[in-house]
């Protein structure tokens, strides 16, 4: 586990799980995890591990996905694996058939995988495919999986639990186009939605994340000493909105950001391109 800095103990606080709650809670029912292979997926099915439980789990990497089955197995939780790229529509297809033959269906959805990219507009000129490709997994991906699973979610009153990110909420970034537009694009599709999934009995929760120590930031360096989450508090977090079904989550700074987003934006907007084009990007 990381360890946090005084600064990231400052914007992190510690998220504490009621085990006899979450026990209760998740006693023979099935979670899906998607992108379980690494990072926060994979915290977060070890850490069900311990639990009476069906596990679900999703990814890229068979060879990873064939370790943490065989890690769990050794505890006590069921776990059935399933290697697909959720970006290509033939492993799409067969996943979701897959998971209509679980039994009793699924409980819980952690929508999980995703793709983050940073590149200039000018470095994407062509280079479509980061936008297709971004898309396909950050909003297509679990659009799909829901329009397919619905109907089992609401027979068993489950819960689908997003995990977004904080970009979402404020003022886009130059470079990340395709990653905020991807993301953002899933939470509205959410957030308009549930509505109509919670009349049908089926709880929401979107999990706001800041950055967080995954493979996925590794590719951009300037993350490296900065602030960041750890998967294993993150995998908190999610455990604890499996039986508080809170709505959401954000960082408690989050709030301010907000404001400052909103009051200085058109300052933003006349000052970014200056700086922009100063670093001759």
């Not at 790229?85 to 492993?91: G, H, I, P, T, V």
């Not at 997003?162 to 186009?177: G, H, K, R």
């Not at 929760?205 to 508090?233: R, W």
Request: proline share 6%; aromatic share 10%.
């Amino acid at each position: 586990m990381h360890k946090y800095s005084l600064l990231e103990n400052l914007l992190f606080p510690p998220s504490y799980i009621n085990i006899c709650k979450l026990e209760r809670k998740l006693d023979g029912k099935t979670v899906l995890i998607t992108g379980a292979s690494s990072g926060i997926g994979e915290h977060l099915a070890y850490m069900l591990a311990d639990m009476n439980i069906h596990l679900v789990l999703v990814a890229r990497r068979e060879d990873k996905l064939l370790a943490i089955k065989s890690d769990i197995e050794k505890k006590t939780a069921k776990v059935s694996i399933f290697r697909a790229d959720l970006r290509k529509a033939e492993d799409m297809e067969a996943f979701l058939t897959f998971v209509h033959k679980v039994p009793n269906g699924l409980d819980y959805i952690v929508s999980n995988a995703g793709k983050s990219i940073l590149r200039p507009i000018r470095d994407s000129l062509d280079r479509y495919h980061d936008f297709t490709r971004t898309m396909a997994i950050n909003y297509f991906a679990p659009v799909q999986l829901m329009l397919s699973t619905i109907p089992v979610l609401a027979k068993n009153k489950g819960q689908f639990i997003n995990i977004s990110t904080i970009n979402v909420l404020f003022q886009p970034l130059p470079y990340w186009a395709a990653y905020q537009a991807s993301k953002s694009a899933f939470d509205t599709w959410l957030r308009s939605t549930a509505p109509e999934l919670n009349a049908m009995g089926i709880s929401t929760t979107s999990i706001y994340l800041p950055l967080v120590k995954t493979p996925m930031i590794l590719p951009t360096d300037s993350y490296n000493k900065a602030p960041a989450m750890c998967p294993d508090h993150v995998a908190k977090i999610i455990c604890r909105s499996m039986y508080t079904k809170k709505r959401n989550y954000k960082p408690w700074w989050i709030i301010f950001v907000q404001l400052v987003s909103i009051m200085f934006r058109g300052i933003w907007e006349l000052v970014a391109p200056l700086i922009l084009k100063r670093r001759g990007r």
